[in-house]
């Protein structure tokens, strides 16, 4: 029962130890049935002779057909593609003031943690690089329970209330008649919602830009978007707000290297994590809490509890509190990543929920979703889902139980079990929840305070620096092009305007059309026949910050390489001894350089001396690399120029304003492309030292770029 993968070695945590039972690996072992017996023959079902009708009796034949015809679970409805990843979490000092949680108190615990990243809107055989929200769900393995922060990459969502999640779901999704788009906004129903709808102007906007398409899952901020309570050792409640911050920096690609990298690797980014864990490149996340006094509660121009606001950092600082690593790769996709059930439900003593009207929703619908997809409510008996501590209660029974669950009681109070299992005082760590006053009426309403749909969007759009805005009106230009109705073109153009005069001009120039004065159509229409339009119109426009920096990607950056692939385009022929130079200094700073070649095989160096081929340039894309070396070579870089896919790699890779270096004659690839017009560009390197370029590979992308380099027609 050994296992045998690498990763193996890495961990030894607690909720490893609890997974290490359940690990079964056929190494050196006999086949068998589910039952146990050998098995002799898994070619051949049991027949009537050589040329004869199929036996029913053939017991390992219908065993092995059944299990195989039962494989698929349901998708998740939402959040169905995704990938995962083990870890765990150190505290840096403990946060007691605010929390008796003993993952935020205990500094000497490395608590495992198990996290699944996804897109939302497609099904579990899209592409990773759809435009979309991502999801970043953590499950802590505490020692006092499970801890599930599901989360997102954006740190707001498009509704307020959960009644209206299955409207915004089913607008997203494929359109019911047709089945079409997968994985994709840009369709007539979702505009014609978030048109009506402009509670979800702030998510959308943030949708519209670079955040949506991230370089990686490990380049990714992460958000709780709820504000929740942390709840201290006397009883007295802080409101929080969790963010997950990337050491790597938050990175984005352009939209046209999403839709390529579509073509080229349609889990890009599934296979980045994979990738950069088997490599040791552990990828890092700071925990941060916003953290609002219970008294403030009321300070602010948004509500706290509307969660398509943030709290901008400018107003409460975000103090990091702890470290997440992810260091081991899953044993099976099918038994840990999907059978994972994350819910923002499980929370642990120290931690509790608050009144926005979004979580309290989610409350109820992870258990119900888990039970369709999952198909019991053991759910939780599934390894990956285990707590590391124990499980005693008088639940009992149900499809698929694990557990054996000794004694004569299933009940309490009893006397004939001597009242096992015991209740837990709060002293001993019993959950009790918090007590806030409540008194109030019944009613079916929106909070008037959270009527302001347009402040955040417009603070949001004011913070970026113009290539960052530029993007924004290139995918509103794209999104809103591809509906059909001219009347959710027009409504869509309207409420951007009430976003950003600026902003919805550009756009409509891309669209060819005007900004109307008015929405024509009556919104009661839409909304319904006896509805009061006025109850649903948004309330004023407030300005009470001019910028938040930390909304803007510039500000996010790292100066690390780590990771980062780069293409060393060569032929037969090339300088073998800078070459090697270069790959060693780039590996030094845990970059990920490959030999990518006119042919596959080995390629030989001008000293005649084979080098190994990672890629032929014909197998891969220029969008799969974060940065490009052409070393020089006379005949190596004549073999590249003869082959028109280095020149596109070269054309691309400056359209999408990456760094490039050559040395010596590789600089005739720059000669030969568009390269000539950007030889003074601050991220093209010719003749310069590894250090140069690895600087010009941490800024990510050369954006000052962006502007001449659009123009290039790869
Ligand atoms: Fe979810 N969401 N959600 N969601 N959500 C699910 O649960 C739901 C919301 C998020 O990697 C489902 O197990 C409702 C906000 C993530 O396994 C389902 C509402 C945020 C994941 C569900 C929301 C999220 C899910 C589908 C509105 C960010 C993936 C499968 C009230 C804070 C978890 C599942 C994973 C998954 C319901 C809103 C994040 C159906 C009803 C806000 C990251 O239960």
Not at 51 to 67: A, N, W
Not at 118 to 141: C, E, M, P
Not at 196 to 204: A, G, K, P, V, Y
Not at 543 to 563: A, F, G, P, R
């Amino acid at each position: 029962m050994k296992n045998s993968n690498k990763n193996q070695k890495q961990s030894n945590s607690s909720k490893d130890k609890n997974l290490e039972q359940f690990r079964e690996e056929g190494k050196d072992k006999k086949m068998t049935t589910n039952q146990g017996v050998k098995v002799n023959d898994t070619n051949n079902s049991l027949k009537a002779g050589e040329r004869g009708g199929t036996l029913l009796e053939d017991f390992i034949l219908r065993e092995k057909i059944t299990h195989f015809d039962h494989e698929r679970i349901p998708e998740r409805i939402v959040h169905a593609r995704g990938s995962g990843a083990h870890g765990y979490f150190e505290l840096y000092e403990s946060q007691e003031k605010y929390t008796k949680a003993g993952i935020f108190t205990d500094t000497k615990r490395k608590t495992p943690v198990f996290v699944r990243f996804s897109t939302v809107a497609g099904n579990k055989g899209s592409a990773d690089l759809a435009r979309d929200v991502r999801g970043f769900s953590t499950k802590f393995y505490t020692e006092e329970g499970v801890f599930d922060l599901v989360g997102n990459n954006m740190p707001i969502f498009f509704i307020q209330d959960a009644m209206k999640f299955p409207d915004l779901i089913h607008a997203v999704k494929p359109e019911p008649d047709r089945d079409i788009p997968q994985a994709a906004s840009a369709h007539d129903t979702f505009y014609d919602f978030v048109s009506l709808t402009t509670e979800t102007l702030h998510n959308h906007i943030w949708v519209m830009s670079d955040r949506a398409i991230p370089r990686s899952y490990r380049m990714m901020e992460g958000f709780g978007i709820h504000t929740f309570r942390l709840i201290n050792k006397e009883g007295k409640s802080h409101f929080v707000k969790f963010h997950w911050k990337p050491l790597l920096g938050v990175h984005s690609v352009t939209w046209d290297e999403a839709v390529k990298i579509h073509g080229a690797d349609t889990d890009f980014h599934r296979r980045d994590l994979w990738d950069a864990i088997e490599a040791g490149h552990y990828p890092e996340w700071e925990l941060g809490f916003q953290i609002v006094p219970e008294e403030d509660e009321h300070k602010f121009d948004f509500d706290l509890l509307d969660p398509t606001k943030l709290i901008p950092e400018e107003m409460v600082p975000v103090q990091r509190i702890g470290k997440m690593t992810l260091n081991r790769n899953p044993d099976n996709f099918f038994a840990e990543t999907e059978q994972v059930a994350f819910h923002p439900g499980h929370l642990v003593p120290g931690l509790d929920f608050t009144n926005d009207p979004l979580l309290q929703g989610r409350l109820f619908s992870y258990t119900d979703t888990q039970l369709s997809r999952l198909g019991s409510p053991n759910f939780h008996e599934i390894p990956i889902n285990r707590p590391v501590n124990e499980v005693h209660n008088n639940q009992r029974d149900a499809h698929m139980r694990m557990t054996v669950n000794k004694g004569k009681t299933a009940y309490f109070p009893n006397s004939i079990g001597g009242g096992c299992p015991h209740l837990a005082k709060m002293a001993e760590g019993g959950f009790t929840s918090y007590e806030e006053r409540i008194d109030a009426k019944k009613v079916r309403e929106r909070s008037e305070s959270f009527s302001d749909h347009f402040s955040q969007p417009a603070l949001f759009y004011r913070s970026l620096k113009e290539w960052e805005k530029n993007h924004i009106v290139d995918a509103y230009t794209f999104e809103i092009g591809k509906c059909t109705y001219d009347h959710v073109k027009k409504r869509m153009l309207y409420v951007i305007a009430e976003i950003d005069k600026d902003l919805a001009k550009k756009v409509g120039k891309g669209l060819g059309m005007e900004i109307p004065k008015e929405i024509e159509e009556p919104v009661n229409q839409a909304i319904g026949a006896d509805a009061d339009v006025k109850k649903h119109q948004p309330g004023k426009k407030k300005n009470y910050l001019e910028k938040s920096d930390s909304l803007s990607q510039t500000h996010l950056k790292s100066d690390s390489i780590v990771s980062r692939k780069i293409a060393i385009l060569v032929g037969d022929g090339f300088d073998g001894e800078a070459t090697m130079n270069m790959k060693k200094g780039l590996e030094e700073k845990g970059a990920m350089p490959k030999i990518i070649a006119t042919h596959g095989g080995t390629v030989k160096c001008d000293k005649n001396k084979d080098h190994k081929v990672d890629a032929a340039i014909l197998t891969t894309e220029s969008v799969l690399f974060d940065a490009f070396y052409v070393p020089g070579g006379e005949k190596s870089v004549k073999a590249l120029l003869d082959e028109p896919k280095a020149k596109k790699f070269i054309n691309e890779a400056l359209k999408h304003c990456k760094a490039i270096a050559v040395e010596k004659e590789g600089e005739q690839l720059l000669d030969e492309t568009y390269g000539k017009d950007f030889k003074n560009d601050a991220c093209v390197f010719i003749n310069k030292k590894v250090a140069d370029f690895a600087h010009g590979i941490a800024q990510h992308r050369n954006w000052e770029r962006e502007e001449k380099a659009k123009k290039i027609p790869a």
